[in-house]
Nanobody, 128 residues
């Protein structure tokens, strides 16, 4: 059973930084898609960033390009999201997800349908 556990959320002022972590276990495949999504109150779940552990170009939503960096440490099955220059509109619950090769790898947007496993979420709050 795949388990994903997020950590690293918190409250920061605008312009600050946070690093989220997602510790994974129970995988049966070493190569997989890993992604970060977020959901603000009253809004749908938005794809933020994704990567494929087998290599290739990472995906970033336009709203976070140049500010967020996704990475994955294969040695400990942990994914990270470094978030810099945070804005109040980045406030949301952040979820990590895992799945097989996804359509985002071929130019589509990052969607929930490409991911089978989800963490419980970690809250990020950015104040102005």
């Amino acid at each position: 059973q795949v388990q994903l556990v997020e950590s690293g959320g918190g409250s920061v002022q605008a312009g600050g930084s946070l690093r989220l972590s997602c510790a994974g276990s129970g995988y049966t495949h070493s190569r997989k898609s890993m992604g970060w999504f977020r959901q603000a109150p009253g809004k749908g779940r938005e794809g933020v960033a994704a990567l494929y552990t087998g290599g290739g170009t990472a995906y970033y939503a336009d709203s976070v390009k140049g500010r967020f960096t996704i990475s994955h440490d294969n040695s400990n099955n942990t994914m990270y999201l470094q978030m810099n220059s945070l804005k109040p509109e980045d406030t949301a619950m952040y979820y990590c997800a895992a799945g097989g090769p996804g359509r985002w790898m071929y130019g589509d947007s990052l969607t929930r349908a490409d991911f089978n496993y989800w963490g419980q979420g970690t809250q990020v709050t950015v104040s102005s």
